[in-house]
């Protein structure tokens, strides 16, 4: 299983970015999809995850209404859109496989490296 997250880059404060994680050796239907972040000196944070058939979206409280998780079952690819970016944001983001939408790292199964994303003011 592979996952390659892509997309990230340095945006200023309120601008946008749409991250992407293709996903290969797997049957992409069969799993949950989920983004996770880790800043600087801080720990893994769940951002968002998408279920198996894309009908269940979980956000974190601090993303909501700015961040849109989805995926494309033809190209294997989940998206992370993100918008109105605010400097809290800035931390390198990684998405995973898992059976469930759910928040906790410890429920997902494969992981891909990591796209730094760095918002600035």
């Known amino acids: 299983v592979q996952l390659q997250a892509s997309g990230g880059g340095l945006v200023q404060a309120g601008g946008s970015l749409r991250l992407s994680c293709a996903a290969s050796g797997l049957t992409f239907g069969r799993y949950a999809m989920g983004w996770f972040r880790q800043a600087p000196g801080k720990g893994r944070e769940f951002v968002a995850a998408i279920s198996r058939s894309g009908s269940i979206t979980n956000y974190a409280d601090s993303v909501k209404g700015r961040f849109t998780i989805s995926r494309d079952y033809a190209k294997n690819t989940v998206y992370l859109q993100m918008n109105s970016l605010k400097l809290e944001d800035t931390a390198v983001y990684s998405c995973?496989?898992?059976?469930?939408?759910?928040?906790?790292?410890?429920?997902?199964?494969?992981w891909g490296q990591g796209t730094q994303v760095t918002v600035s003011s």
């Open positions: 995973a496989t898992g059976s469930w939408p759910r928040t906790q790292a410890v429920e997902y199964d494969y």
